[in-house]
């Protein structure tokens, strides 16, 4: 019954994709962002509004990603930080258009938004890191709604044939939004780990971890600890956005 309703609503979708999330028109009557797959439901987004999502096309500090202005190379914060990744990549800054749909996606029950952000990353993850498999960041324990990281792997293992290795699970730790680097390392001692503790997977020379927002690189750094224990050599970032 649930794979009906679900045939049932992207049928719906197709027909009366409602409004767009950001300029609130009908998308019956302006289009919608489909990513180019005309038989699947279109995200929430008209085209026009979908083009102010601009990738960050600037000069990015070579470990976290973040524009640089002034600096070369590196930026003065990941000049006296020490992280397990080799560096994180952002599509977007976090700010304007790109917060807002990520904020509806975390938050909003948008999932369709996936299939848009999954796009981008696709892309993304094909000039940069071709062929390496993507670690999904695990969600925090208890969280109601599926997690939008989740949502986005599917749509990158299902629409772009991307690997897919759900090698880490999350078992605690308090909100960290209020916390600098330091203090969200030490939240996240021990809360990360192996997804399967009683074997090791086979080990991979490279992947690429998937987040939604870089901020501290906290997260990134702690996952990243994980992995390489697991028996990869180097593991590289993927965010949607950096803040």
């Not at 524009?67 to 990549?89: H, K």
């Not at 938004?113 to 000039?127: E, H, T």
């Not at 699970?169 to 939240?187: A, M, P, T, V």
């Amino acid at each position: 019954m649930k794979g009906r309703g679900d045939a049932l609503g992207s049928a719906l979708e197709l027909i009366f994709p409602g409004r767009c999330l950001l300029c609130g028109e009908w998308l019956l009557f302006r289009g919608s962002h489909a990513g180019g797959r005309k038989a699947s439901p279109p995200a929430p987004v008209c085209e026009e509004c979908a083009s102010l999502l601009v990738p960050i096309e600037d000069r990015c500090c070579a470990r976290c990603g973040m524009p640089l202005f002034s600096e070369e190379g590196t930026c003065i914060r990941c000049r006296r930080t020490e992280y397990a990744f080799e560096s994180n990549r952002s599509v977007f800054e976090y700010r304007a258009v790109p917060r807002t749909l990520i904020m509806q996606l975390k938050f909003g029950g948008r999932r369709r938004l996936a299939r848009l952000f999954a796009d981008f990353l696709a892309r993304m993850l094909n000039d940069s890191y071709p062929g390496l498999p993507v670690v999904p960041v695990p969600p925090r324990p208890g969280r109601r709604s599926r997690d939008a990281i989740e949502l986005i792997a599917r749509r990158l293992e299902r629409d772009h044939g991307i690997e897919i290795l759900r090698l880490l699970r999350r078992i605690g730790g308090r909100q960290q939004k209020s916390l600098d680097f330091l203090e969200r390392r030490d939240n996240l001692r021990g809360s990360i780990g192996p997804l399967r503790p009683t074997g090791k997977p086979q080990p991979r020379e490279a992947v690429v971890l998937l987040d939604d927002v870089f901020t501290t690189g906290a997260t990134a750094d702690a996952c990243a600890r994980e992995i390489l224990l697991l028996g990869c050599r180097k593991v590289f970032v993927i965010t949607l956005a950096i803040d």
